[in-house]
């Protein structure tokens, strides 16, 4: 079962346009100067369940608030431990919510991604990776903290 922090159903903050947002437990990672140190454990949060999945795809579906689409931030949603399933959601959005952008933050750089985390970027639109690094910090970023991290934008590589 993975758990999570935060489930933000309308979010402008984390990623483009109106989003539904995702935080998820699980990060080993530790960077120093790390915002969310709460989420580092695996069992920190609360369980992310079949209704809970659920929701978040029927937040994704609603026309009366349009949402451009999901992010998936934590914690690390490619800790290995999540990665199983975080790749069902993924999958499942794909399916059931058309036209929606999936974005996803990792602590992983992409060049180390095994096999399964791999897998993943299938089905995602926006990879952001690397560590938080607290002397590359940088505020005018967008969508990442530190200057080491890079945003791929892996539907246009798949063109
Ligand atoms: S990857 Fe993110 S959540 Fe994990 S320790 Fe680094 S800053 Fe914190």
Not at 52 to 59: C, G, K, P, Q, V
Request: aromatic share 8%; with cysteine; glycine share 8%.
């Amino acid at each position: 079962m993975m758990h999570f922090h935060r489930y933000y159903d309308v979010d402008i903050v984390n990623g483009p346009g109106t989003r539904c947002t995702l935080f998820v437990a699980g990060c080993e990672h530790q960077c120093r100067g790390c915002y969310n140190q709460s989420t580092w454990r695996l069992d920190s949060g609360a369980p992310f369940t079949l209704q809970h999945e659920e929701r978040l795809i029927a937040d994704l579906q609603d026309s009366r608030i349009p949402r451009q689409g999901l992010s998936l931030s934590g914690g690390d949603p490619l800790h290995p431990h999540n990665v199983p399933h975080i790749r069902r959601l993924v999958k499942r959005v794909r399916a059931e919510c058309p036209g929606k952008d999936i974005w996803l933050w990792t602590g992983y750089q992409r060049a180390e991604l095994n096999r399964a985390q791999r897998e993943v970027l299938d089905y995602i639109d926006v990879l952001i990776d690397g560590r938080f690094i607290e002397a590359q910090r940088d505020t005018t970023l967008r969508w990442r903290g530190s200057r080491n991290q890079i945003i791929w934008d892996l539907s246009k590589e798949r063109g």
